[in-house]
């Protein structure tokens, strides 16, 4: 699974984003989706999943009520809709794949990295005050 992030950009708070990640492959409606972001000098956090068939979400605290995660299986898509958004929420934003655990565990959305197989390059956000 190749993943291609884009939809990045500058922002002013309280503005909205809608970022999407765009795969290859025929195992792309078999995966567990996810968002991730990383903050300079921070770890990468998890923002957001979904289940391969869109029926399970899960997002971080961070981002409840602002943030939207869904996905089209027919264009092999993934999004993240993000509103209301403030300058913490800077950061590259990367999404990811979780094929393997999917197979075992199907239909959930996982928030751990370690069971991300695939990732995309990332797409950077950028909120000003």
């Known amino acids: 699974v190749q993943l291609q992030a884009s939809g990045g950009g500058l922002v002013q708070a309280g503005g909205s984003l809608r970022l999407s990640c765009a795969a290859s492959?025929?195992?792309?409606?078999?995966?567990?989706m996810g968002w991730f972001r990383q903050a300079p000098g921070k770890e990468r956090e998890f923002v957001a999943a979904i289940s391969w068939s869109g029926g399970s979400t899960y997002y971080a605290d961070s981002g409840k009520g602002r943030f939207t995660i869904s996905r089209d299986n027919a264009k092999n898509t993934v999004y993240l809709q993000m509103n209301s958004l403030k300058p913490e929420d800077t950061a590259v934003y990367y999404c990811?794949?979780?094929?393997?655990?999917?197979?075992?565990?199907?239909?959930?959305?996982?928030?751990?990295?370690?069971?991300?197989?695939?990732w995309g390059q990332g797409t950077l956000v950028t909120v000003s005050s």
């Open positions: 990811a794949a979780a094929l393997a655990y999917s197979r075992n565990y199907p239909n959930t959305a996982p928030r751990s990295r370690i069971v991300y197989d695939y």
């Open positions: 492959g025929r195992t792309f409606s078999s995966c567990a």
